[in-house]
């Protein structure tokens, strides 16, 4: 009878050391090393872009276990105790707590459909579609010589044999200067505004300088293109919409604070 007590309480007293057990994983020196914390850096590096494995896992393990023995040997030089420590833990912790209040307010304040659909909407009653301008340019190094080239054209000249011929830019100089359909926004500020001033058929009458040279343009064609459609714009404008309700919320929040 005696004996078949003592097995009992045996068995329940591993029964119940078990969950403690599986609670780690491992023990250092005396000290647990929970396996929620190998689980949240394992979290971490998946989200970093590795793959979740039992090798992940085992590596997390080894990785932790260095911790500890590392902080232990820390703690009996009181490395965690010098102000100038004690204060980079202060920052370290705060952007852990405030990462996760990020996170979750984000996760919280998700942008609906009809939000997005509604920014969308507004966006193009706003702005409508886009434009597309159809340009030939010619780029040389200095301005005197593109003055003396656009003095030939208005003579007479082929645009594009000058460009052939002169143009410093690889790309469209050998097909005679001809840069295809463009939104004027794609090309350097001075360029791009330089061509939207210009009608059908027309080039610039004075040269236009850019950090790559002077430019003689000639504007072929214009047209105007319809706005994206809404799913191809959806992430950007969601994104858009919940950096502008995170920042709503982080200066309620500062117009409330007493600041002294």
Same mark, same amino acid.
């Given at each position: 009878?005696?004996?078949?007590?003592?097995?009992?309480?045996?068995?329940?007293?591993?029964?119940?050391?078990?969950?403690?057990?599986?609670?780690?994983?491992?023990?250092?020196?005396?000290?647990?090393?929970?396996?929620?914390?190998?689980?949240?850096?394992?979290?971490?590096?998946?989200?970093?872009?590795?793959?979740?494995?039992?090798?992940?896992?085992?590596?997390?393990?080894?990785?932790?276990?260095?911790?500890?023995?590392?902080?232990?040997?820390?703690?009996?030089?009181?490395?965690?105790?010098?102000?100038?420590?004690?204060?980079?833990?202060?920052?370290?912790?705060?952007?852990?707590?405030?990462?996760?209040?990020?996170?979750?307010?984000?996760?919280?304040?998700?942008?609906?459909?009809?939000?997005?659909?509604?920014?969308?909407?507004?966006?193009?009653?706003?702005?409508?579609?886009?434009?597309?301008?159809?340009?030939?340019?010619? #780029?040389?190094?200095?301005?005197? &010589?593109?003055?003396?080239? !656009?003095?030939?054209? $208005?003579?007479? /000249?082929?645009? *594009?044999? =000058?460009?052939?011929?002169?143009?410093?830019?690889?790309?469209?100089?050998?097909?005679?200067?001809?840069?295809?359909?463009?939104?004027?926004?794609?090309?350097?500020?001075?360029?791009?505004?330089?061509?939207?001033?210009?009608?059908?058929?027309?080039?610039?009458?004075?040269?236009?300088?850019?950090?790559?040279?002077?430019?003689?343009?000639?504007?072929?064609?214009?047209?105007?293109?319809?706005?994206?459609? #809404?799913?191809?714009?959806?992430? &950007?404008?969601?994104?858009? !919409?919940?950096?502008? $309700?995170?920042? /709503?919320?982080? *200066?309620? =929040?500062?117009?409330?604070?007493?600041?002294?």
């Amino acid at each position: 009878m005696t004996l078949k007590k003592t097995r009992v309480w045996v068995l329940l007293a591993a029964f119940a050391a078990a969950p403690a057990f599986a609670q780690n994983i491992a023990v250092v020196n005396g000290t647990p090393i929970p396996t929620s914390r190998a689980d949240a850096l394992v979290k971490q590096l998946v989200a970093q872009g590795q793959q979740d494995s039992p090798q992940l896992q085992q590596a997390v393990r080894e990785e932790l276990i260095n911790r500890e023995i590392l902080m232990q040997e820390a703690a009996r030089e009181g490395i965690a105790t010098r102000p100038d420590v004690k204060a980079q833990i202060a920052v370290a912790q705060q952007t852990v707590v405030l990462r996760a209040l990020i996170e979750e307010f984000v996760k919280k304040n998700a942008p609906t459909d009809a939000e997005i659909k509604a920014r969308y909407d507004q966006l193009v009653k706003q702005n409508g579609g886009g434009k597309e301008v159809h340009l030939h340019h010619i #780029l040389v190094e200095n301005e005197a &010589q593109a003055k003396d080239l !656009i003095a030939k054209i $208005k003579a007479g /000249a082929s645009f *594009e044999d =000058l460009a052939k011929q002169y143009s410093k830019d690889p790309g469209s100089g050998k097909n005679g200067g001809d840069l295809d359909w463009s939104s004027p926004s794609a090309y350097v500020p001075e360029f791009g505004a330089a061509a939207e001033k210009l009608k059908k058929g027309e080039m610039t009458s004075e040269p236009v300088k850019t950090q790559f040279g002077w430019h003689i343009i000639r504007m072929d064609d214009s047209r105007e293109t319809a706005p994206p459609p #809404l799913d191809q714009v959806k992430p &950007q404008i969601a994104q858009q !919409i919940q950096q502008e $309700k995170l920042q /709503a919320f982080e *200066e309620g =929040l500062r117009n409330k604070a007493v600041i002294k």
